[in-house]
């Protein structure tokens, strides 16, 4: 693909406006709402275009960015749904991991294989994996992540991510999802390894007045309502038990 077109434009989009654009789009395809993206120019095409004005870029998943550039997808209907994302009609956008055999889920430095009930909090969990129903169906995560502040921001349903439209921010990158809360305020850092592997590199999350950080390679800790820590983890491995860790 040409990185710069006839204008000498250059494909790389400066990241404020990147990110106005996933904030007006609802941080997914505005056709389709799938979270992850590319960035096309629609008002005029790239191949014409002297500059990246906002307005004139919207978000399409790589299905439907293939389905306009093949004639398939018309200039005035992504136009329409620019104006009418299906993100922020639907709230979230979304997209489904591919975790098929039994995962391994890594927080910060604790690595939780088959462990059903990873996170608990006051009798709710966070973080679990579901085995398979049967030997054609795939195991399943689901988690449910907030941000410093207390806000869900993101869930995991049985292996689909939602990302709440009403965040600050969210990008996807390569194979990363990135959460920020503000400027330089990052709330969650997801990394997918198919087929089996689910890495939080950075997680910053209040949950009933229980905060957990964690940073990939570094110790996680944990802290209590009143502040204080209750526990940081050296290098912990749950490997085959009912229970992770539970914050009473």
């Known amino acids: 693909m040409n990185q710069i077109n006839r204008y000498g434009l250059s494909r790389h989009i400066p990241e404020p406006i990147a990110r ?39 978000l399409l998943c790589p299905s439907c960015h293939e389905l306009e550039k093949k004639g398939l ?15 922020l009609k639907r709230g979230s956008s979304n997209f489904l991991l591919d975790l098929r055999w039994s995962p391994e889920v890594i927080l910060g430095n604790i690595t939780f294989v088959n462990t059903p009930n990873m996170i608990e909090v006051f009798g709710k969990s966070l973080l679990i994996i579901e085995g ?26 049985r292996n689909e991510w939602r990302g709440d439209a009403k965040n600050w921010d969210i990008k996807s990158e390569g194979n990363k999802v990135i959460i920020r809360e503000y400027l330089r305020k990052i709330s969650l850092i997801l990394k997918i390894n198919p087929p089996n592997q689910l890495i939080v590199e950075r997680l910053d999350m209040l949950y009933k007045g229980f905060r957990i950080v964690a940073l990939e390679g570094e ?5 209590l309502p009143d502040g204080k820590v209750w526990f940081k983890t050296d290098r912990m491995n749950f490997i085959s038990n009912a229970n992770g860790i539970v914050l009473q």
């Open 73 to 87: 997808l018309s200039a005035r209907t992504v136009e329409r749904y620019n104006d009418n994302p299906a993100c």
């Open 132 to 157: 398979p129903e049967d030997s054609k169906t795939p195991f399943s995560i689901s988690a449910v992540f907030h941000d410093e502040s207390g806000k869900e921001i993101a869930t995991i349903n």
């Open 20 to 58: 106005n654009i996933r904030q007006r789009c609802g941080f997914g395809c505005v056709k389709c709402g799938f979270a992850i993206y590319q960035y096309h120019h629609f008002d005029p095409s790239f191949e014409h275009a002297k500059e990246h004005r906002e307005d004139d870029i919207t």
């Open 219 to 223: 110790p996680t800790t944990f802290f």
